[in-house]
C-alpha cells in the first residue's frame, strides 16, 4: 500500500490506471455487472461530489456538521489532552476543523489517502490554519494494511475519525475488515465514526436522486472516465442514472442502466448490453444506531457514547479500541 510514495507520479498514475482497465474488463464481462464506487472520484468526480455535499436533497454532510458542532466539546472531552487524529481518507477540512478546535492541545495530525495529490493539498490547507500542529500525511490504501508512525512521545489517545459514511460504501464483509485494520492501528484509543441511518425512503431516495442531476453526472462520470483514461466508447446518453432504496439490504444502489441494445469496447474487446441491462456502480448502506454498534463489537471495539441530530438521520459514534 505505500508503494505508490516510492513511485515517481506518472509510474503510480499508470499503476492506478492499469488497475482501473483490469477492474472495468471485470466489469464489463461478469453477469450482473458491477464496479467499484472507488473509480468515481477522479478529479471531475470528486469536484462533483463536493457539489453533491451542497445540494438541498443531500443531507448527510451538513447534518453531520450540525452533530459535530453541537457535540464537538464533548467529543473532545472524549478524546482527552494531546490526542493525534488518524483521518481515514484525507477529506474537506471543515469537518476535522470542528475537532481540532474543540480539542486540547491536538499533538498531531495523520491523513490517510491513496491519492498523495489530494492529501498534499489538505496537509498544506490545514498547515495554514494549525501553524503549531504537526501534519503528517501518509499515502495508503487503507482498505488494505496499514502501517502508521509510532506514538509521539507524551501524546494522549490516539483517534481515528472516519466521516461522511464512508463506511456505508463498503460490502459488510468490507466494513467489517475495515474496522478490524482500524482497531488495530488504534488500540487503546478509538474511533470516532459516522454513519447515515435508516429512515424514510423518500427522504434517501431525494438524496440520490436530485433536482439539478448532480447526483446522475456523478454516476455518468465514472462512464465518461472511462472513456478518458481507458479509451472506451460508452455513448453517455445512452445510459441512465438509476438510484433507488433496497429497503431488505438497507441499502441505496446505484445503476447505470442502458436504454437501448448497444456494445461498449475496451481494447478491441467488444461487450454487448441490452436495454435496461445495468452496471451496479454504488451501495451506500444505512445503519440502525444498534446495528451499527453491533458491527462495530464484532470488530473488537467497545461502543461508546452516539450522537445523532434531534430528526435522527445522521449518527455519529465513539468507538473504543
Ligand atoms: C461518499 N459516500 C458516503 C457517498 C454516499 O452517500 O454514499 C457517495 C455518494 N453517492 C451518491 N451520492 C453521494
Redesign the pocket.
Known amino acids: 500500500p505505500m508503494d505508490q510514495e516510492l513511485l515517481a507520479p506518472p509510474a503510480a498514475q499508470e499503476a492506478a490506471t492499469r488497475g482501473f482497465a483490469a477492474d472495468m474488463a471485470r466489469a464489463l464481462t461478469v453477469h450482473p455487472r458491477s464496479i467499484s ?1 472507488k473509480y468515481f472520484y477522479d478529479a471531475r468526480g470528486s469536484q462533483l ?1 463536493d457539489a ?1 455535499c451542497e445540494l438541498p436533497e ?1 443531507y ?1 454532510t451538513r447534518t453531520e456538521l450540525a452533530i459535530l458542532r453541537r457535540h464537538a466539546p464533548e467529543i473532545a472531552a472524549q478524546m482527552g489532552p494531546r490526542a493525534e487524529i488518524v483521518e481515514f481518507g484525507a477529506g474537506s477540512c471543515v469537518k476535522v476543523g470542528l475537532l481540532l478546535d474543540a480539542m486540547e492541545q491536538p499533538a498531531r495530525y495523520l491523513p490517510i489517502d491513496i491519492s498523495g495529490e489530494h492529501l498534499a493539498a489538505s496537509a498544506a490547507e490545514l498547515r495554514g490554519r494549525y501553524p503549531a500542529l504537526d501534519v503528517q500525511p501518509v499515502v495508503a490504501d487503507y482498505t488494505q494494511r496499514l502501517l502508521l508512525p509510532a506514538l509521539l512521545p507524551g501524546a494522549g489517545r490516539r483517534v481515528g475519525f472516519f466521516p ?3 463506511i ?2 463498503f460490502t459488510p464483509a468490507e466494513a467489517l475488515h475495515f474496522l478490524q485494520v482500524a482497531g488495530q492501528v488504534l488500540r487503546g484509543g478509538a474511533l470516532l465514526l459516522g454513519a ?1 441511518l435508516v429512515k424514510d425512503p423518500a427522504v434517501l431516495h431525494a ?2 436522486n436530485d433536482a439539478q442531476g448532480v ?1 446522475a453526472a ?1 454516476n455518468l462520470n465514472l462512464l465518461a472516465r472511462s472513456n478518458r483514461e481507458l479509451g472506451t466508447d460508452f455513448a453517455l446518453e445512452q445510459f441512465a442514472h438509476s ?1 433507488f432504496y433496497n429497503a431488505p439490504l438497507q441499502r ?1 444502489e ?1 445503476h447505470l442502466v442502458s436504454r437501448c441494445r448497444q456494445q461498449v469496447t475496451l481494447d478491441g474487446q467488444a461487450h454487448a448490453f441490452d436495454e435496461g441491462e445495468t452496471l451496479h456502480t ?1 451501495n ?1 448502506y444505512k445503519f440502525t444506531v444498534d446495528g451499527l454498534r453491533a458491527l462495530a463489537e464484532r470488530a473488537g471495539f467497545r461502543a461508546g457514547p452516539v450522537w445523532t441530530d434531534p430528526q435522527r438521520m445522521f449518527s455519529l459514534h465513539w468507538l473504543q479500541a
Open positions: 464506487p461530489f453533491i443531500y448527510p461522511g459514511s464512508t456505508g460504501n447515515d438524496a440520490y447526483t456523478f438510484a441505496i446505484m454504488e451506500s
